[in-house]
């Protein structure tokens, strides 16, 4: 029989199980409810969205969709490493054995959305824009959505309800009124703000490499991080701490031009007055982490992506993970012949203390305090060379260990554990004072 699944958010992880779950010979109707209007259609807008850079995990999980990684790499650009750059205008180039690609979140939905609804037959698919959740009834196996623009409200059956609703789950939410399941959530200590800067200006003598995340980081470890887009433009993240209220505060043109000037020279010699404009309006944005101690409810309730484990930006690994999900719950209903009430209950036992290993990866994995920053470039120089040697005292670079998709984050965790105990005491001695 064919079985009903409801997948909550049309976000990266949910739009790639959808492609997944569509492989599966006809045996789901799928019904896909964001809250959001068409990103295909809708006017794009500079406050919710940011660059993200995929690694090997995010770009595996599109290769085994046919045309996937074809139509995703068009819009991405190749980046392997990234450039420091130091006060008077130094650099500090790190090159990264494998390659990533860099492009905008909102344009990769759009892309996971155009494919699915481009190829052949979709019979089995519908998507509901403008539909947001607002109840789940887990044991009625119920969900209830209000229409973002007449307020009417419905109500659907499921046998499978996937989660996928991002860092603020509605879906986690309810399973919070169920026996056993447990979920913490933080605040990352620094917000963000997004940042969109236009082509570098020939006559300005500025050649940032393409190719490389560049960034900027201040005493009190403000920090920007800028990549280039397909048209030579440059966006990126201002990250600042959240009880530094310098950044939110910003707000005229001319106060947010001073403030790169001041502290960013090379930043703010670049930004017209219509972005300094933009930035001073735009929301900040705060980055909440999440702990779950199970991924699934009963026989039919399952979380992926950021709803079961959102991470700070760090490391570069939210999206990714999100888009492995896919491809570890899709192994999970080949190897337990579509069952969903095994297959949900192996999601959490395959894939929780991965969730949780990159929670903690992403949160201690570059601290705070500036000697151990300079501790980690260090290391991380010195490992290319004495990590064959004395692999236990040289470990490979976190971020290349995370990006190549080798190891499992649990694993990379194990390895990782003494570092992360360090930053964890270092970032609470910073916060404590
Ligand atoms: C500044 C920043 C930089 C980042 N950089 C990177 C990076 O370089 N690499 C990387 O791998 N990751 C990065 N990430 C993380 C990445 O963006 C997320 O991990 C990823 O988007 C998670 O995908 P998702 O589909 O699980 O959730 P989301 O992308 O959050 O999508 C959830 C969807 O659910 C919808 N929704 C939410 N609530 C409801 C509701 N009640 N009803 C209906 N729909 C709902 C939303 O509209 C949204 O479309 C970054 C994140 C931030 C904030």
Redesign the pocket.
């Known amino acids: 029989m064919v079985k009903k699944v409801a997948i909550?958010?049309?976000?990266?992880?949910?739009v790639l199980l959808t492609h997944y779950l569509l492989r599966r010979q006809e045996k789901y109707q799928i019904d896909i409810?964001?809250?959001?209007s068409d990103p295909r259609t809708a006017s794009f807008s500079k406050s919710r969205t940011?660059?993200?850079?995929?690694?090997q995990r995010?770009i595996n999980a599109l290769r085994q969709i046919e045309g996937l990684e074809e139509a995703v790499k068009a819009i991405s650009l190749k980046t392997n490493g990234a450039v420091l750059h130091e006060n008077n205008a130094k650099t500090r180039v790190i090159n990264r054995k494998y390659q990533t690609w860099s492009l905008d979140?909102t344009n990769l939905?759009i892309k996971l959305l155009e494919q699915l609804t481009t190829k052949g037959d979709r019979n089995q698919l519908n998507i509901h824009f403008n539909?947001?959740?607002?109840q789940v009834d887990c044991a009625a196996k119920q969900v209830k959505?209000k229409k973002v623009d007449s307020e009417a409200e419905i109500t659907v059956d499921y046998d499978l309800l996937v989660g996928?609703?991002?860092?603020?789950?509605?879906v986690r939410e309810s399973l919070l009124k169920t026996d056993n399941f447990k979920c913490k959530q933080n605040y990352v200590p620094n917000d963000?703000k997004s940042i969109f800067l236009p082509p570098l200006n020939p006559k300005l003598g500025i050649n940032w490499q393409q190719g490389k995340v560049h960034s900027w980081r201040i005493d009190n470890s403000t920090t920007v991080l800028l990549v280039y887009q397909m048209d030579s433009s440059m966006s990126g993240?201002v990250l600042f701490p959240h009880q530094d209220k310098t950044i939110a505060e910003l707000a005229t043109q001319q106060e947010v031009l001073s403030y790169f000037r001041q502290y960013f020279p090379e930043i703010g010699q670049i930004m017209p007055s219509s972005e300094a404009e933009d930035f001073a309006s735009r929301s900040v944005?705060r980055?909440l982490t999440v702990r779950c101690n199970r991924y699934h409810y009963g026989d039919s309730v399952v979380l992926?992506?950021?709803?079961a484990h959102?991470?700070s930006?760090s490391l570069?690994?939210?999206?990714?993970?999100?888009l492995e999900d896919a491809v570890i719950f899709n192994q999970i209903l080949d190897k337990y012949s579509d069952n969903l009430a095994v297959a949900v209950e192996q999601f959490t036992i395959q894939r929780q203390a991965d969730g949780i290993a990159l929670v903690e990866l992403s949160d201690y994995g570059l601290p705070s305090s500036k000697k151990l920053f300079f501790e980690l470039l260090l290391r991380n120089s010195l490992s290319k060379y004495l990590h064959p040697i004395l692999p236990k005292f040289f470990l490979p670079s976190l971020f290349e260990l995370v990006a190549e998709g080798k190891l499992s984050y649990s694993e990379i965790f194990n390895l990782y554990q003494d570092w992360v105990d360090k930053v964890k005491k270092s970032n609470q001695e910073i916060l404590s004072q």
Request: hydrophobic share 45%.
């Open positions: 909550v958010g049309a976000g990266p992880s949910g409810f964001d809250f959001r940011f660059p993200i850079v995929l690694s995010g979140r939905v539909h947001q959740c607002i959505f996928a609703d991002g860092a603020r789950s509605v963000y993240v944005s980055v992926i992506g950021d709803a959102a991470v930006p570069g690994q939210g999206c990714n993970a999100a």
